[in-house]
């Protein structure tokens, strides 16, 4: 099916440890998203990327770095992971202009022990 | 600061009556605000777009209104259905920040029999 493709669905990690989160959306669209959702705290944008090439901090960057790795596909990893990254991490993609709504993955639950 | 902020508790209601959520902001000029769908354990999914200069939007059983001057967004869905029972969203773009959205929390709808 056509969308948005997140991967590993869940992961459990040890406090230190690193790991790379992949997205891969096959609409062709230009801009994609990293998110993380918490309760009560709703969706915070981490990183995000407009266009193939470029990469810019969201709301809550820090201990993330992202990589947009071809038009398809936009990673995000965690170096040195610590219990305040336990959360729902989501992928989207949309085109770019802002007119268009974003298309969700189905996200990566992660818990950082 | 820049708040949006949705009504935190669920809203019960009956089969077949309409059910109106609420989307608040302060301190964004936004160019167009959108309205998604999250079931739990899914990603969220786009429903509707409305532009800064769109009083109302309508999609088969969905109505969005927009008053930039109350600073306020509602979403109606009519005719409600067990099956409408979820947690809408709302999220907004600042003009010139192209398509980086900003979400609420969210409200949790529940529609009983």
């Known amino acids: 099916n056509a969308g948005v493709t997140q991967t590993p669905k869940f992961q459990v990690l040890k406090t230190g440890q690193s790991m790379t989160l992949q997205c891969a959306q096959d609409?062709?669209?230009?801009?994609m998203y990293w998110y993380r959702q918490d309760p009560g705290m709703g969706l915070r944008l981490i990183y995000y990327s407009a266009s193939e090439g470029t990469t810019d901090k969201g709301e809550v960057p820090n201990g993330y770095n992202v990589s947009r790795l071809n038009k398809r596909e936009f990673s995000l990893r965690l170096e040195s992971a610590a219990p305040s990254q336990t959360s729902v991490y989501f992928c989207?993609?949309?085109?770019?202009?802002?007119?268009?709504?974003?298309?969700f993955g189905s996200g990566t639950r992660l818990t950082v022990v | 600061s820049q708040k949006i902020e949705q009504n935190s508790e669920a809203l019960n209601i009956q089969e077949g009556k309409t059910a109106t959520l609420t989307c608040n902001y302060t301190?964004?000029?936004?160019?167009?605000l959108q309205w998604y769908r999250q079931d739990p354990g899914r990603g969220p999914v786009f429903l509707l777009l409305?532009?800064?200069?769109?009083k109302e939007k309508r999609k088969e059983r969905l109505k969005v209104t927009f008053d930039t001057t109350l600073k306020q967004s509602l979403f109606h869905i009519t005719a409600s259905q067990p099956a409408d029972s979820a947690t809408y969203l709302c999220a907004l773009a600042n003009t010139g920040t192209a398509s980086k959205l900003t979400f609420g929390t969210g409200t949790r709808l529940q529609v009983t029999l």
């Open positions: 609409m062709n669209h230009n801009s």
């Open positions: 409305i532009r800064e200069n769109e």
């Open positions: 301190n964004y000029s936004p160019a167009y």
């Open positions: 989207a993609s949309s085109e770019w202009g802002g007119d268009y709504g974003y298309t």
